[in-house]
Nanobody, 126 residues
Framework: QVQLVESGGGSVQSGGSLRLSCAAY????????MGWFRQAPGKEREGVAS???????TYADSVKGRFTISQDNAKNTLFLQMDSLKPDDTAMYYC????????????????????WGQGTQVTVSS
């Protein structure tokens, strides 16, 4: 049974940093596409970053140059390093996984991901 457990959220001031973790159970993350998504109150869930089995990454324009997705295969854990945080980054952050071989245009599409964590809250104050 696939299970994803996020941690690392919290409250920071604008310009600060946080590192989110997503521990995976029941499968090997290196064989799946993995992604981070976020959802702010009243807004749709949006893709933030993804990483595929070859280590290729995709980022939303809003986080390019500030966020970095990575994974530690030995620990079966996905990370999201978030720097230069802004109030607009405030949201519930979710990690997700899929066995679907995603096309380039689909790597930030939530509908293509099969497994989801419970989310971790990130709040950035100005």
């Amino acid at each position: 049974q696939v299970q994803l457990v996020e941690s690392g959220g919290g409250s920071v001031q604008s310009g600060g940093s946080l590192r989110l973790s997503c521990a995976a159970y029941g499968y090997t993350i290196s064989s799946y596409y993995m992604g981070w998504f976020r959802q702010a109150p009243g807004k749709e869930r949006e893709g933030v970053a993804s990483i595929d089995s070859d280590g290729s990454t995709t980022y939303a324009d809003s986080v390019k140059g500030r966020f970095t997705i990575s994974q530690d295969n030995a620990k079966n854990t996905l990370f999201l390093q978030m720097d230069s945080l802004k109030p607009d980054d405030t949201a519930m952050y979710y990690c997700a996984a899929t066995q679907i071989r995603l096309p380039a245009f689909g790597r930030l599409l939530s509908a293509l991901y099969q497994y989801w964590g419970q989310g971790t809250q990130v709040t950035v104050s100005s």
